[in-house]
């Protein structure tokens, strides 16, 4: 028999200022690639600090998704970056910034996405309030390129700002 399903219920958000910088109280460098993706799901690999996982998430968009992730060692996690997806990686810090009665995940991106900045802030059931600090900028769960799984084909740095994409 099969056990219930994994849900992540996440809300994503642009920054609005630098305010939550003061408030954060940890980071973490965080690389990762997908070993596929397609219309149904990815298969990611992220190695954290010292810690590292594979993770397999729906790729619906919007802000609850299916997901199932599982700890790895971490030799066999940047064996799997370099073996299957040498330069098209993802590398941010992560920072945790507590606010209200949740802790905010503010992902400072590098590379070929530097200076593209996302809030991300997981969440117990669909209709949860929460509430919003005044650092948070336009939400963009339901917009797919904030996706990181999209990030590696369609880089932050391509993004045309005279279009309105930055």
């Known amino acids: 028999m099969i056990g219930p399903m994994a849900t992540e219920i996440e809300h994503k958000f642009l920054i609005a200022n630098d305010d939550w910088r003061n408030q954060a109280v940890d980071s973490r460098s965080i690389t990762q690639g997908y070993l596929n993706a397609h219309a149904d799901c990815s298969v ?4 954290s600090g010292n810690e590292a996982n594979i993770n397999i998430k729906s790729a619906a968009l919007g802000i609850e998704r299916s997901e199932f992730e599982f700890p790895i060692p971490l030799r066999e996690a940047q064996a799997m970056l370099e073996t299957f997806c040498g330069d098209k990686l993802v590398s941010k810090t992560r920072y945790h910034v507590p606010y209200a009665d949740h802790t905010w995940e503010i992902d400072v991106f590098d590379g070929t996405n530097k200076g593209l900045i996302v809030a991300e802030i997981e969440l117990d059931a669909v209709d949860e309030v929460f509430s919003r600090p005044d650092w948070l900028g336009r939400e963009v769960s ?5 996706y990181n799984v999209n990030l590696i084909e ?3 740095c391509n993004w ?6 930055r």
Request: proline share 6%; net charge positive.
């Open 44 to 47: 990611r690999v992220r190695i």
């Open 160 to 165: 045309s700002a005279r279009h309105g994409d």
């Open 154 to 156: 369609h880089p932050y």
């Open 142 to 146: 339901n917009e797919r390129r904030y």
